[in-house]
């Protein structure tokens, strides 16, 4: 069973790719979307935009339902919040290098502190 600050940033982790998910697929033409990936909303209301955007929101929805389940059901929590968290912080970092900086502390942070507490307090 996984302690309280390793459930708590596990569960933050899985929430804000819940988040993404919602920004990617559900409202991806949007202003907040827009403003969040720092992309115009012209383009964002580009089909083979829109396609490829949606396609990555399910990969983050599906992320987060596996670290989700995780958290609440698996028997092998250690294991798989480490691979799960572990795959967020490189994922993080090949953004910030080649999109934006702010991924790696908006998406990678939370990531790695959660990596970290899985390895501290199991």
């Known amino acids: 069973m996984m302690t309280i600050i390793p459930l708590i940033l596990c569960s933050l982790v899985a929430l804000e790719h819940v988040y993404i998910f919602y920004l990617e697929s559900i ?3 949007s202003t907040k979307t827009s403003q969040t ?3 115009s909303v012209a383009v964002l209301k580009d089909q083979t935009v829109q396609t490829l955007i949606k396609n990555q929101g399910i990969y983050n929805l599906m992320l987060a339902l596996v670290l989700g ?5 698996s028997a092998n929590q ?4 480490l ?5 967020v912080s490189v994922v993080a970092v090949y ?3 080649t999109s934006s900086k702010s ?8 990531a790695m502190l959660a990596f970290v507490s899985l390895l501290v307090f199991h």
């Open 27 to 29: 409202v991806p033409d």
């Open 37 to 39: 990936f720092g992309m």
């Open 69 to 73: 389940y995780t958290v609440l059901f």
């Open 78 to 81: 250690l294991e798989l919040g």
């Open 83 to 87: 691979l799960l968290t572990g795959f």
């Open 95 to 97: 953004g910030g290098l």
């Open 103 to 110: 991924i790696i502390l908006k998406q990678g942070l939370p």
